[in-house]
């Protein structure tokens, strides 16, 4: 049996992976600022599932919830097998009109703390030569994001490091896998501010279709998990798009959600 650290485990697609990877019979430590919300989650993974679940509570935000699971992450006693770095959030708007704290805020846990705790797990795991790391970008790292500048400037830094680190770790024993979902039903877009959208709902996609496909191409040893066919067309289209286009592609489709 092993042992997988969820961040921002208490809803969303961070949720979703600790049922996932519950329901396959890994123990979990699931992570995030409300305490409340992971012990609750943790007593029905274990009841469900019988895999031993443990409510880590830590603000990713300060020195004290980021030492306490680097310490988790790096224990030879309870080593950690897989680490799903989940948590970040989104703000959206005008940058010159945006909160700079917040701003700054956002890029030191979309970056810093899935840096330093990607650090800390290829640390651990390396020596072992096993082992896995998720980390959750978006569809957003494909393209400059007009009124969420910060938000996808985050999520392309995942996207370019994900990347670097899976051909080091190439031999290693580690697996790396870059997860970029598109619109995603989670609490994201509330705790952004946003509103409702005008986008169809064929666009939207669960978190646990998130989290199926993702846990699918882990499996398979792939380096990328795209969601769904239509954001791997997307995807290939930033890809190979001029800048120039792609962002007044993605400037069109923030204006056609109301944000």
């Known amino acids: 049996m092993t042992t997988a650290l969820v961040t921002g485990a208490s809803a969303g697609i961070g949720r979703a992976f600790a049922v996932g990877l519950a329901t396959r019979g890994n123990d979990v430590v699931l992570v995030a600022r409300d305490g409340a919300r992971l012990t609750e989650l943790a007593a029905q993974l274990t009841a469900a599932h019988g895999v031993a679940a443990e409510a880590l509570a830590a603000d990713l935000l300060t020195p004290e919830g980021l030492a306490a699971v680097e310490a988790c992450l790096t224990d030879t006693d309870r080593p950690v097998d897989l680490l799903v770095n989940n948590a970040g959030f989104g703000t959206f708007g005008r940058f010159a009109g945006l909160d700079v704290e917040r701003e700054v805020h956002e890029v030191e846990l979309n970056v810093v703390a899935l840096l330093r705790l990607t650090r800390a797990a290829l640390g651990a ?106 954001n791997q067309t997307a995807a290939a289209f930033a890809s190979v798009a001029p800048a120039g286009v792609t962002r007044r592609v993605a400037g069109l489709v923030l204006k056609r959600t109301g944000w």
């Open 125 to 230: 795991m390396e020596p072992r030569h096993r082992g896995a790391i998720v980390n959750l970008a978006s569809l957003a790292a494909y393209q400059p994001g007009p009124n969420s500048a910060t938000y996808a400037a985050t999520k392309a830094f995942v996207h370019s490091f994900t990347h670097a680190i899976h051909e080091e770790a190439r031999g290693s024993g580690v697996r790396i896998l870059l997860v970029c979902p598109g619109f995603t039903h989670t609490e994201f877009h509330d705790r952004a501010g946003l509103g409702d959208t005008e986008l169809p709902e064929f666009i939207w996609q669960s978190a646990e279709q998130v989290v199926d496909a993702a846990l699918r191409d882990l499996d398979r040893g792939r380096s990328v998990s795209i969601p769904g066919i239509m």
